[in-house]
């Protein structure tokens, strides 16, 4: 969710509980880390200006 000053927040919801063993399992998991790492760079369109003038 993006405020008006343009802050980028994160909501988020508890679905499952997992151990430890499987968080680090996700976590090495190729798909997953790539998703993540497609978020967290500053040219995914979720973050560009243009993100905000969409309907």
């Known amino acids: 969710m993006r ?3 343009g802050n980028v927040w994160w909501i988020q919801t508890r679905i499952e509980d ?3 063993e499987e968080m680090e399992r996700r976590m090495t998991d ?3 880390a790539a998703a ?3 978020m967290q760079r500053p040219e995914t369109a979720f973050f560009s200006p243009a993100a905000d003038a969409r309907p």
């Open 36 to 38: 993540m790492e497609y």
């Open 3 to 5: 405020d008006p000053f």
């Open 30 to 32: 190729p798909v997953f």
């Open 18 to 20: 997992v151990t430890m």
